[in-house]
T-cell receptor, first 115, second 115 residues
Framework: NAGVMQNPRHLVRRRGQEARLRCSPMKGHSHVYWYRQLPEEGLKFMVYLQKENIIDESGMPKERFSAEFPKEGPSILRIQQVVRGDSAAYFC?????????????FGPGTRLTVL | AQTVTQSQPEMSVQEAETVTLSCTYDTSESDYYLFWYKQPPSRQMILVIRQEAYKQQNATENRFSVNFQKAAKSFSLKISDSQLGDAAMYFCAYFSTSGTYKYIFGTGTRLKVLA
């Protein structure tokens, strides 16, 4: 059973460009979470999605950031008009519909660098 | 709002020795989960151990054990017989079972293992 997959692993963007980060959850998992890790810090929750629904986006910046988890295909975290402060590692995690032990399974992360 | 505090930015331990990493948290809830995650240089988040708040017995996973003091809101991780492969960042995380479905992470402790 493949784990959570994220691509790209590394993404370089210039200021003002768009960044699209993809996350494919584990097979059978319908819950996806996005976290952001700034250098030398812990992970901070951004958004929680189920298929076609945003459940909790309380950690998402109000502007430029959006997330989706369509019926088919991966979850996408989209950052428009990136700025240097967006440089971070972005982690996706997934969990099954029935939360056994509340464990979330993490992907390897996407490291975004904004020049 | 819940908070998680890891007061030790960095710890060192001699190979084969025992080390304890500290974590305190603040919450008004009575039911929750606590986790320790390991993040090696690859940045992959790996679950080390999990504790359910309503269980008084401390969780144990091979060389890893916790000291869970619910009244004191303390959740420390003990690593016995430390190995070089234990070198990593360790994050303590709080998970509310009341429906927020997100981890709240501490800022991490970098563990160095000396040969």
């Amino acid at each position: 059973n493949a784990g959570v997959m994220q691509n790209p692993r590394h993404l370089v963007r210039r200021r003002g460009q768009e960044a699209r980060l993809r996350c494919s959850p584990m097979k059978g998992h319908s819950h996806v979470y996005w976290y952001r890790q700034l250098p030398e810090e812990g992970l901070k929750f951004m958004v929680y999605l189920q298929k076609e629904n945003i459940i909790d986006e309380s950690g998402m910046p109000k502007e430029r950031f959006s997330a989706e988890f369509p019926k088919e295909g991966p979850s996408i975290l989209r950052i428009q008009q990136v700025v240097r402060g967006d440089s971070a590692a972005y982690f996706c995690a997934s969990s099954p519909p029935v939360l056994q032990g509340y464990e979330q399974f993490f992907g390897p992360g996407t490291r975004l660098t904004v020049l | 709002a819940q908070t998680v505090t890891q007061s030790q930015p960095e710890m060192s331990v001699q190979e084969a020795e025992t080390v304890t990493l500290s974590c305190t948290y603040d919450t008004s809830e009575s039911d929750y989960y606590l986790f320790w995650y390991k993040q090696p240089p690859s940045r992959q988040m790996i679950l080390v151990i999990r504790q359910e708040a309503y269980k008084q017995q401390n969780a144990t996973e091979n060389r890893f054990s916790v000291n869970f003091q619910k009244a004191a809101k303390s959740f420390s991780l003990k690593i016995s017989d430390s190995q070089l492969g234990d070198a990593a960042m360790y994050f303590c995380a709080y998970f509310s079972t009341s429906g927020t479905y997100k981890y709240i992470f501490g800022t991490g402790t970098r563990l160095k293992v000396l040969a």
